[in-house]
């Protein structure tokens, strides 16, 4: 029986370009402070479309740490240090507007009804939390797991074998629930059942291969479990 359910939060549980489209293009615009060439050139950087406030599918932001995106426009900006860009960039991703993928407070108490609930996501974890919290269903979460919470980043496994000891369950009944290959390879490499959504970027043809089931997105979780409790 799957006992837990782990979440990817951008682009699985949140909308990521409703989400992160404007307030990257507000980042990015107090950094280069009117300096056009540096707003292009720090988009350029992490590709992301400034007239459209949208992301290249291949961006490496997407599916990436904080850190990891603090280090592609850092080399550009010469008056900042790594850890206090770090924590700006932390510190105003709390405050975003959040927008849900589907309806989740409806869907999250049906599923808690059956399994635990975390979150593994690639994003600092007071931010996860307090988007959560806007969102009014921090509280269905047993576990809310951030890169910056001690157990590495995805596609790492730690953060995934981190939630399975919390709720005392075997990896191997717990469900990591993502929309691309980090998730899955995560969830993989902890030995969990992997769903791949396909809300984000990733086609299913791209989850598919790293992945036990593809869904269109969450909402369809509830029926899949079901099957899938039914058939052990």
């Known amino acids: 029986m ?7 939060k951008d682009a699985t549980l949140l909308d990521f370009e409703k989400t992160w489209g404007e307030w990257s293009h507000g980042l990015l615009s107090g950094l280069a402070d009117g300096d ?37 426009i850092l080399p550009l900006l010469a008056d900042w240090d ?14 975003v507007q959040v927008h849900e993928i589907v309806p989740l407070a409806p869907l999250l108490d049906e599923l808690k009804a059956t399994a635990k609930l975390g979150i593994a ?9 307090r988007h959560m919290e806007a969102l009014g269903v921090a509280d269905r979460f ?5 890169s910056d919470s001690g157990f590495g980043g995805k596609p790492g496994p730690g953060m995934c074998l981190a939630f399975a000891e919390q709720i005392g369950a075997e990896p191997a009944q717990v469900a990591m629930i993502g929309d691309s290959t980090h998730d899955l ?17 990733a086609s299913a043809t791209d989850l598919a291969p790293h992945a036990d089931v593809v869904l269109p997105d969450v909402s369809h979780l509830p029926n899949w479990l079901m099957d899938a409790n039914l058939k052990t």
């Open 82 to 95: 790594r850890e206090a860009l770090i924590a700006h960039s932390n510190e105003t991703a709390q405050s």
């Open 185 to 201: 390879h995560a969830g993989r490499a902890a030995g969990m059942i992997c769903v791949g959504v396909t809300s984000g970027f």
């Open 36 to 72: 056009e060439g540096l707003l292009q050139a720090m988009a350029d950087a992490i590709q992301f479309d400034l007239s459209r406030s949208t992301f290249h599918p291949t961006s490496p932001v997407i599916a990436g740490t904080p850190d990891e995106g603090v280090d592609l």
């Open 142 to 146: 047993t576990a809310i797991i951030g």
């Open 2 to 8: 799957i006992s837990g359910l782990l979440f990817d």
């Open 121 to 129: 996501t690639n994003d600092a974890a007071a931010s996860a939390r």
